[in-house]
């Protein structure tokens, strides 16, 4: 596709339950962050991966939280033993490059709620 | 340490009057700035970037946006507000890690356009 596509767009969970996050960027896209969004509040970075490597992950709340891109393509975010707080919308962003001046392609997120 | 303040959680204006939108940032030099937009349900969608080249930056749907490193501020502009410029906006900053910057863009709390019919 064109775009960022993320996967399920909407996720319902128990407490206590795990669940997978799915992002799929834009096609040749070096750069590819995780966001954590709470309600009317802006993007709250999680982690980064350059291609497969995750190079920054200081935005992960807990060792609850892990990312991968294994392929240097799509990524997925695991959240294990979820909580209320959990509750949020994820968002996947992907860019070109790693350069501070590129803008950023996001996917339109998942809306995690956690029972 | 980059971060960036966007004044007013809420602006509402009339439809077909001037919209402003505030912020202001905190960076090394050379700050690279954006203004995204996001509406209901969806991921954010960049309206216009500055990086260093001119000061006045033009974006989508009738949006500028001007540098003005005196003032730390970026403030959005647009002449003419339309119903469907109704949305959540987004101020980011983002640097180079050789100026005491990060790549990693900082995001402001956002600011809710409401326009009035």
């Known amino acids: 596709g064109a775009g960022v596509s993320q996967s399920p767009r909407y996720k319902v969970a128990k407490r206590g339950q795990d669940v997978a996050l799915r992002c799929d960027p834009i096609?040749?896209?070096?750069?590819l962050f995780w966001y954590q969004q709470a309600l009317g509040q802006g993007p709250e970075f999680l982690t980064y991966?350059?291609?497969?490597?995750?190079?920054?992950k200081s935005g992960l709340p807990s060792d609850r939280f892990f990312a991968e891109r294994p392929e240097g393509s799509v990524s997925t975010l695991k959240i294990q033993r979820t909580q209320q707080e959990d509750s949020a919308v994820y968002l996947c962003a992907s860019s070109l490059v790693r350069q501070g001046n590129q803008p950023q392609h996001f996917g339109d997120g998942t809306r995690l709620s956690i029972l | 340490a980059q971060s960036v303040t966007q004044l007013g959680s809420h602006v509402s204006v009339s439809e077909g009057a001037l919209v402003l939108l505030r912020c202001n940032y905190s960076?090394?030099?050379?700050?690279?700035l954006f203004w995204y937009v996001q509406y209901p349900n969806q991921g954010l969608q960049l309206l216009l970037k500055y990086t260093s080249a001119a000061t006045l930056v033009k974006g989508i749907n009738g949006f500028e946006a001007e540098f003005k490193k005196s003032e730390t501020s970026f403030h959005l502009t647009k002449p003419s507000a339309h119903m469907s410029d109704a949305a959540e906006y987004f101020c980011?900053?983002?640097?180079?890690?050789?100026?005491?910057?990060?790549?990693?863009?900082?995001f402001g709390r956002g600011t809710s356009l409401i326009v009035h019919p």
């Open positions: 096609s040749g896209h070096v750069s």
């Open positions: 980011a900053v983002s640097g180079t890690s050789a100026s005491g910057g990060s790549y990693i863009p900082t």
């Open positions: 960076s090394s030099v050379p700050p690279y």
């Open positions: 991966f350059q291609n497969e490597a995750q190079l920054d």
